[in-house]
RNA sequence: GGCGCUAUGGUGUAAUUGGUUAACACGCUGCCCUCUCAAGGCAGAGAGUACGGGUUCGAUCCCCGUUAGCGCUACCA
């Protein structure tokens, strides 16, 4: 097996444009202020001031940081999958940190939420969740210490000011970053404004020469020259952190080894890169992945369905079939296997196989690694799931798990041949469960239009009843004697048969079917008549 | 608009220190099996690697340009 650290240690560099490191020029003798108190405890080497000197040892620690602005989408999940198969095929810890410093979009439902998909799919987190909304004086700290250090400044330009200036910009077609307007303000004024009580944000005070150049693990070399890059808010007016101050802060004090995320965070890595450099703090690995895109090639979004992670649940997809789905989505394994049970991935996974271009989510193949895992899956493993689904229409007996255990699995077993999702178990396989069901209209224009039919059907269900034994042959010579005697194909008592036992157009095989539902059950269903009346309407 | 990234059948992905009939899976078509539908078996269609140049005996692979898509360009994350 390739040893996933083959790749090397690839390390971030910011230069001047002459050449020298950046960190030549920061100044001397800036030290952190002593940590708060850790609200971390759990964390073994969360300590700020002293992981530095440690480095090299702490091993594979990873996260998914998702914001709860909404449920969890496949996005988002492919992400958490991936980190986590990164952190258990390496021994690592996989820690859970919701990102919910937006006070207007944020909700503690959604958290829940999240929570719910993640342990849906099994990804077991061995840290947190922690809230970046309970940390909110260690970014006000750290922030402060930016400013005081002369590595951010408090800016006072109001939202109106700078969206004017950048409607102006772009009014004369030119494209507009903060100006810089309040870096170099003279103490007075500083002091003037503040004193007024004016609303204020911290920015980042960049450095505007040179370029910032990482080696992202999946994506290569990438560059950006800081002359672009503006600066940008750590704090907002409100005193909550943006995103950048969180991420860059809290994967410092979680200890964080490796930074996997979508690939629509590779513009922001330049900047936090920066703000690592500004704290005096080596920087962890990042590794971009490819963003899932819908049908369309555009960013995925309910427009193009369910995105959800919850409503793929609900419809009845496994989440073995649907992590190796989603694992395939911007990775693919060494081998020309596909079909992998999550024990085989965690082996499997490696940064190396993950590849640059976006990928189109593709339902169709999703329900048939569904479909799939479902045919394959031992009928004991299936029985709670289905019960569920049986719940849900009000089928469910007590006896289906007791005394029915072993007729249960039976007919789940027949059942799970031809079905796509668990939710297929109560719909096709109704007649099973409860005598109260129909007889849908595809199936009676299918097999129900022969006029011999009400005649036969009656006198078939007799000589069934009369047989000494109900099993598979017994049921089926008794059949075949009977279509034979009476000069009719079996096929069409067959098929007359499916419809009135199951309801259905399609079911398991027919002798299979009688054997499961018993002779009882069989005998009425085959002799009952009431289908004769309802015809269905015309026309239809 | 600026900046960044990407580009192999319809979709997901393989492939070669540059040399293969460009491979596998989903989907699609036909046949077999057969009591329906799946599954399974068999056979097939579908890309000449976005386009245009260059380097080379030879380019999907290296270089340049173009185009397209996506991302970032917020006091969202």
């Not at 672009?228 to 979680?254: K, N």
């Not at 419809?315 to 049970?341: H, I, M, R």
Request: with cysteine.
């Amino acid at each position: 097996m390739p040893n996933p650290f083959d790749f090397g240690r690839f390390r971030p560099s910011v230069r001047t444009a002459g050449g020298e490191p950046l960190s030549a020029l920061a100044r001397p003798g800036v030290r952190l202020p002593a940590t708060l108190p850790n609200r971390f405890p759990e964390f073994a080497h969360s300590d700020f001031q002293s992981f530095k000197e440690d480095p090299g040892v702490p091993g594979v620690r990873v996260r998914f940081a998702p914001s709860p602005t909404g449920s969890l989408h496949v996005g988002g999940a492919r992400t958490a999958l991936f980190n986590w198969l990164f952190a258990r095929g390496q021994g690592g810890r996989f820690i859970l940190r919701i990102e919910d410093t937006d006070r207007e979009r944020s909700s503690p439902e959604m958290v829940e939420d999240i929570l719910d998909a993640l342990r849906w799919l099994g990804l077991d987190w061995d840290e947190g969740p922690f809230l970046q909304s309970e940390r909110l004086d260690r970014y006000r700290q750290v922030a402060d210490w930016l400013v005081s250090a002369n590595k951010a400044y408090r800016c006072f330009c109001s939202t109106d000011e700078l969206a004017a200036k950048r409607q102006a910009a772009s009014a004369s077609g030119k494209s507009w970053k903060y100006d810089g307007a309040c870096r170099e303000l003279p103490p007075d004024q500083f002091r003037a404004r503040h004193a007024r009580g004016l609303p204020s944000v911290v920015r980042f005070k960049g450095t505007r020469v040179g370029e910032v150049v990482f080696e992202d693990r999946i994506f290569g070399r990438i560059a950006h020259r800081t002359e672009q890059i503006e600066d940008f808010v750590l704090v907002r007016s409100d005193g909550m952190p943006t995103y950048h101050l969180g991420v860059v802060l809290d994967d410092l004090d979680m200890n964080i080894s490796h930074v996997i995320r979508g690939a629509d965070h590779i513009s922001n890595t330049p900047k936090q890169i920066l703000l690592y450099q500004a704290l005096e703090r080596t920087v962890p690995d990042f590794a971009h992945l490819p963003l899932i895109l819908g049908s369309d090639r555009t960013r995925l979004s309910k427009r193009h369905g369910a995105t959800a992670v919850t409503t793929y649940r609900e419809q009845g997809y496994l989440p073995d079939p649907f992590c190796n789905f989603l694992a395939l989505l911007g990775w693919s394994p060494k081998t020309e296997v596909e079909s992998l049970s999550t024990d085989e991935l965690i082996r499997q996974f490696s940064l190396k196989g993950v590849n640059k271009s976006n990928a189109v989510f593709d339902p169709e193949k999703l329900s048939w690694f569904n479909s799939r895992y479902l045919r394959n899956a031992p009928a004991e493993r299936l029985l709670p799931l289905i019960r569920v689904e049986l719940e849900r229409e009000g089928l469910w007996k007590g006896e289906f798990d007791s005394s029915d255990r072993a007729w249960m699995l039976k007919v789940i077993d027949l059942l799970k041949q031809r079905v796509r999702m668990v939710s297929d178990f109560a719909t096709q396989g109704r007649a099973f469960f409860t005598d109260d069901f129909e007889i849908e209209d595809k199936a009676r224009r299918k097999f129900l239009k022969n006029e011999a039919l009400p005649l036969l059907m009656p006198e078939l269900a007799a000589r069934l009843e009369s047989l000494p034994a109900f099993g598979l042959e017994e049921v089926e010579s008794a059949l075949r004697a009977f279509a034979a005697e009476k000069e009719v194909k079996a096929g069409l008592l067959i098929n007359a048969a499916r419809a009135l036992l199951t309801g259905k157009a399609v079911a398991p095989g027919i002798f299979e079917v009688m054997a499961a539902l018993g002779r009882d059950r069989t005998v009425a269903r085959l002799s009952g008549t009431s289908w004769l009346e309802n015809e269905p309407r015309a026309g239809e």
